[in-house]
């Protein structure tokens, strides 16, 4: 399944919004939530999703009522052990 990554800002988001939307994000049924990663500071997040297309996506996080400034999709994985394909 193809994965994406999302971008929004939270700004003035607190530590309780932020994991308040978590558990938004990880309801999905039309899109894999795999995490999230959150500055508080800098009022970002990052969001990485599983979906069976982009206007799944899309379409989930606007009847969701989530806000996102850019959505692309992954196609190359790099970590210290590997490099793949997604």
């Not at 399944?1 to 003035?12: E, F, K, L, Q, V």
């Not at 795999?34 to 999703?49: K, P, W």
């Not at 996506?57 to 196609?75: N, P």
Request: aromatic fraction near 8%.
């Amino acid at each position: 399944m193809p994965r994406y990554i999302t971008g929004h800002n939270i700004a003035c988001m607190t530590r309780q919004g932020a994991q308040e939307l978590a558990k938004l994000m990880r309801s999905s049924p039309e899109a894999g939530f795999l995490r999230f990663l959150v500055s508080l500071t800098d009022g970002q997040l990052i969001a990485e999703f599983d979906a069976a297309s982009r206007e799944a996506l899309e379409e989930w996080m606007k009847e969701a009522g989530i806000h996102r400034e850019w959505i692309f999709r992954i196609d190359i994985e790099a970590t210290r052990e590997s490099i793949r394909d997604l």
